[in-house]
């Protein structure tokens, strides 16, 4: 199994910017796609991005695209979730999953999850 530990979580207002980061222990990350989800109260949790196992491919949903930007340094073990554009109803937890692959935008191919970092946005 592979540990995941996201940070860059934060309250910011509507418009602005946040990096979150995913590192990764255990395994060897590169075995690994990566993704990112988020779960606003009372709602599922959704696909945001995801990014295949060399960062050559990635994925993202609707209502992310040309804001969100997925990236991974397998050097340093990390996947990282760049949020320009913020706007409140990105407002939720995420979290980071790791995977062998599949469908990068559903959940259920993905078998560790992290713990989540809540990202508020303010209007």
């Known amino acids: 199994q592979v540990q995941l530990v996201e940070s860059g979580g934060g309250l910011v207002q509507a418009g602005g910017s946040l990096r979150l980061s995913c590192a990764a222990s255990?395994?060897?990350?590169?075995?690994?796609?990566m993704g990112w989800f988020r779960q606003a109260p009372g709602k599922e949790r959704e696909f945001v991005a995801a990014i295949n196992r060399r960062g050559g491919s990635t994925y993202y949903a609707d209502s992310v695209k040309g804001r969100f930007t997925i990236s991974r340094d397998n050097a340093k073990n990390t996947v990282y979730l760049q949020m320009n554009a913020l706007k409140p109803e990105d407002t939720a937890v995420y979290y980071c999953a790791a995977g062998y692959g599949g469908s990068p935008s559903s959940r259920w191919d993905y078998m560790n999850w992290g713990q989540g970092t809540q990202v508020t946005v303010s209007s």
């Open positions: 255990g395994r060897t990350f590169n075995n690994y796609a």
